[in-house]
T-cell receptor, first 114, second 117 residues
Framework: GAGVSQSPSNKVTEKGKDVELRCDPI?????LYWYRQSLGQGLEFLIY????????KSGLPSDRFSAERTGGSVSTLTIQRTQQEDSAVYLC????????????FGPGTRLLVL | AQKVTQAQTEISVVEKEDVTLDCVYE???????LFWYKQPPSGELVFLIR??????QNEISGRYSWNFQKSTSSFNFTITASQVVDSAVYFC??????????????FGGGTRVLVKP
């Protein structure tokens, strides 16, 4: 497919469990972003990758959140010891090498922590 | 810190009416980019338009048009002759440059548009 893909589309987990969310960016895009959309906080930035460079983690809400990007392509967002306030839609976006280029979003992963 | 305000939380119109969405932003950057995204009920954020801070020319693209006024820090978006398929939440976003090459987006709270047949 030509767009950003994310998996799973929905995830239900129990409080305290770890979850992994996956993002496949658009082929050729070097920039990858994670955002979170929740009712209380709206759309908020989490983390940014540019190619193989070290990520900008300035938006991560706690040290329970981490992300990796393997080979400058696929990314995994991991949430450890999930809490109910982690329930949200996690959106991934990718963009071109030039930082000002448009970010294109995937369909998101809807996470529900019981 | 950057900020984007969409004062309208919800707008309801009848099909074929025009809809204008307001967006006001705050930034200290001299170079920045503004975006409008659409989020239909399916949930995916769909890119609509992008404008850079150096270009205040207003344009029309199909049924979409936008009015960028740097003097008032506003970036309003209009849908002409609305259709039921335009029903969605619309987000205005402002880019913010990192120390590296990337830009992160600061989003407004969104405006829900409901177009009734």
């Amino acid at each position: 497919g030509a767009g950003v893909s994310q998996s799973p589309s929905n995830k239900v987990t129990e409080k305290g469990k770890d979850v992994e969310l996956r993002c496949d960016p658009i082929s050729g895009h070097t920039a990858l972003y994670w955002y979170r959309q929740s009712l209380g906080q709206g759309l908020e930035f989490l983390i940014y990758f540019q190619g193989n460079s070290a990520p900008d983690k300035s938006g991560l809400p706690s040290d329970r959140f981490s992300a990796e990007r393997t080979g400058g392509s696929v990314s995994t967002l991991t949430i450890q010891r999930t809490q109910q306030e982690d329930s949200a839609v996690y959106l991934c976006a990718s963009g071109g090498r030039e930082g000002y280029e448009t970010q294109y979003f995937g369909p998101g992963t809807r996470l529900l922590v019981l | 810190a950057q900020k984007v305000t969409q004062a309208q939380t919800e707008i309801s119109v009848v099909e074929k009416e025009d809809v204008t969405l307001d967006c006001v932003y705050e930034t200290r950057d001299t170079t920045y980019y503004l975006f409008w995204y659409k989020q239909p009920p399916s949930g995916e954020l769909v890119f609509l338009i992008r404008r850079n801070s150096f270009d205040e020319q207003n344009e029309i693209s199909g049924r979409y048009s936008w009015n960028f006024q740097k003097s008032t820090s506003s970036f309003n978006f209009t849908i002409t002759a609305s259709q039921v398929v335009d029903s969605a939440v619309y987000f205005c976003a402002l880019s913010e440059k990192f120390e590296a090459a990337g830009y992160k987006l600061t989003f407004g709270g969104g405006t829900r548009v409901l177009v009734k047949p």
